[in-house]
């Protein structure tokens, strides 16, 4: 089976601090994928990425950075974060061959005070 | 990617059979079918996918219409532990954006009740 695994399951920080999310699959997965889920928004794309190295921006990337050093983990960075990033946070991972499906982590359920 | 349509709710007894439909009218010839379902408070789980023909896993069956504008999730014997939010997602998988976001609509929250 596909695990991924997210770091936290919940987080508690400050404003203005600098966070890091990490997630970690185990599929040899080529791209992951940061999203942020709230009430009544749904899913949004902070960021994905498709390759070592490789990052693309996705609907809502302001105030967030990536780092993916190895093809298993792929990390969020909160550069500044802020009361508007309080979310729950998921990470999803696939393989590059066209139709395979995302798999999810279990979330970091993150509150900024 | 197509619109879906599921109704916002249905529960279903322990130990029967639970069908979920979906509507997909929209639905292009290049585009899957993915089941997904969410537990309050836990990350999407993965179910099911097909683009034709009928699929069945260890979870679950997806069944899809000749026409593809529709289709069925069945879990076979449901439990308490498959009260959850179902979501329907149609998307295109041979794309350059093929692999890339997903978006869930409001899906059906469904209720197993002993």
């Known amino acids: 089976d596909v695990k991924v695994t997210q770091s936290s399951r919940y987080l508690v920080k400050r404003t203005g601090e600098k966070v890091f999310l990490e997630c970690v699959q185990d599929?040899?997965?080529?791209?992951m994928f940061w999203y942020r889920q709230d009430p009544g928004l749904g899913l949004r794309l902070i960021y994905f990425s498709y390759d070592v190295k490789m990052k693309e921006k996705g609907d809502i990337p302001e105030g967030y950075s990536v780092s993916r050093e190895k093809k298993e983990r792929f990390s969020l960075i909160l550069e500044s974060a802020s009361t508007n990033q309080t979310s729950m946070y998921l990470c999803?991972?696939?393989?590059?061959?066209?139709?395979?499906?995302?798999?999810f982590g279990d979330g970091t359920r993150l509150s900024i005070l | 990617d197509a619109k879906t349509t599921q109704p916002p709710s249905m529960d279903c007894a322990e130990g029967r059979a639970a069908n979920l439909p979906c509507n997909h009218s929209t639905i292009s010839g290049n585009e899957y079918v993915y089941w997904y379902r969410q537990i309050h408070s836990q990350g999407p789980q993965y179910i099911i996918h097909g683009l034709k023909n009928n699929e069945t896993n260890e979870m679950a069956s997806l069944i899809i219409t000749e026409d593809r504008k529709s289709s069925t999730l069945i879990l076979p014997h449901a439990t308490l532990r498959d009260t959850a939010v179902y979501y329907c997602i149609v998307r295109v998988a041979m794309t350059t954006d093929s692999w890339g976001k997903l978006q869930f609509g409001a899906g059906t929250q469904v209720v197993v009740t002993p």
């Open positions: 999803a991972s696939t393989e590059r061959r066209g139709g395979q499906p995302q798999h």
């Open positions: 599929m040899d997965h080529e791209n």
